[in-house]
């Protein structure tokens, strides 16, 4: 589903704060499969994601998403076929508006429309019922603002509306990190039900080794750069955190992991 080829890409090229990130990465993913990331900050996790869903150009390299090259297409065109949830609970949602109007800008992704025609009553029982699996009381909720949603509300709300359409592939980065242990668990639980449910091909970051280990059929660890740990199957079946940590050790790759990390 996903194939990202020679990947390069450079911060303040040219200069004296010049940082190469990615040095010819390359990265393919199965149609269906539910891949955690994990790595230190500044491996280039996000950044990876970023070039994917085109919010961030890259030096050179091919990005091919179901056979098709993406490279030079904008975002707003692979918003199109890609969902993304974001860390922030306010980046998904437009908190000014209710949740009926954000659920109808996100069904008519992809149309001409404005907002009056937008908002059709004739969804509202469709919205009511997608609402309803959250557990979150939200199908009462729906002529509510955005706005005054918790964080665990929103970012259930921001994940709905990433794969209303059915995506060729989510993009999750980081996205129960600003929740308490108890919502983001929550949430993780959806996650799950929902990708399951729909088999969409997903990349999820986290710095919870536990969630990344738990979460998904094949896990990444990235470091500067590059793909140092990559296991699917029973091979991550079997894996525990303290393997996990033995496994970063014998990498011998210094202090790998983020106090972040090590804490969650």
């Known amino acids: 589903m996903l194939e990202v080829h020679n990947l390069c890409k450079s911060f303040d090229k040219g200069t004296v704060n010049e940082k190469r990130v990615f040095d010819n990465l390359n990265l393919n993913v199965n149609k269906g499969e539910f891949v955690t990331i994990i790595g230190s900050n500044g491996a280039g996790k996000s950044t990876l994601l970023n070039i994917i869903a085109g919010s961030l150009e890259s030096d050179s390299g091919e990005i091919i998403l179901d056979n098709k090259n993406i490279t030079r297409l904008p975002e707003y065109k692979r918003s199109a076929f890609m969902g993304r ?40 029982s469709h919205f009511k019922e997608m609402l309803s699996q959250l557990n979150l ?13 918790s964080g665990g509300q929103r970012q259930a709300l921001s994940l709905l509306m990433a794969v209303m359409k059915k995506p060729k592939l989510l993009l999750l980065d980081e996205h129960t990190a600003a929740l308490d242990p108890k919502t983001s668990q929550r949430l993780n639980s959806i996650t799950e039900e929902i990708i399951k ?6 990349l999820m970051i986290t710095h919870n080794m536990n969630h990344a280990i738990s979460m998904g059929n094949r896990l990444l ?17 079997h894996i ?8 970063f050790d014998s990498l011998d790759l210094g202090d790998s992991l983020s106090d972040r990390a090590l804490l969650a």
């Not at 860390?87 to 404005?114: C, H, R, W």
């Not at 449910?197 to 997903?202: D, F, R, V």
């Not at 660890?221 to 079946?237: N, P, Q, R, T």
């Not at 525990?240 to 496994?247: A, E, P, S, Y």
Request: hydrophobic share 35%; glycine share 8%; net charge positive.
């Open 137 to 149: 009381g939200l199908e009462n909720k729906l002529n509510d603002k955005v706005g005054v949603l």
């Open 240 to 247: 525990t955190v303290k393997r996990l940590l033995d496994h």
């Open 197 to 202: 449910e729909s088999l969409i091909t997903t």
């Open 85 to 124: 949830v974001l860390q922030d609970p306010s980046k998904g949602v437009a908190p000014s508006m209710t949740i009926l109007e954000n659920m109808s800008m996100a069904y008519n992704k992809g149309k001409s429309f404005n907002l009056t025609l937008g908002v059709s009553k004739k969804n509202i």
């Open 221 to 237: 660890m990235m470091h500067e750069g590059e793909i140092v740990l990559d296991i699917s199957g029973e091979s991550k079946k």
